[in-house]
Nanobody, 109 residues
């Protein structure tokens, strides 16, 4: 099984992007879908998460601007320069975590 994140790019502040996470193969008993990001020199951080038991939940910095959907797409609106990072999708079941390779998002002011 492999995850392929796509949809990143370069936009100006205030713009929008939609990230997708395609799955090749089949993952059984999925309980979590999430997006993380990692900016240069910073640790990877959770951006949005949705689980079988609840959610979605968002990092405070993206609330009201980002939306995660159950097909694990991430709609990003009103982008800011501080959103610049490599974005990773993750899917987890009871046995394993699967990560996508990352897609670069660059927001210019």
């Amino acid at each position: 099984v492999q995850l392929q994140a796509s949809g990143g790019g370069s936009v100006q502040a205030g713009g929008s992007l939609r990230l997708s996470c395609a799955v090749s193969g089949r993952i059984l008993s999925i309980n979590t879908k999430a997006w993380y990001r990692q900016a240069p020199g910073k640790q990877r951080e959770l951006v949005a998460i949705i689980t079988n038991s609840g959610g979605p939940d968002y990092a405070d910095s993206v609330k009201g601007r980002f939306t995660i959907s159950r097909d694990n797409a991430l709609q990003m609106n009103n982008l800011k320069p501080e959103d610049t990072a490599v974005y990773y999708c993750k899917i987890r079941n009871g046995w394993h975590e699967y990560w996508g390779q990352g897609t670069q998002v660059t927001v210019s002011s």
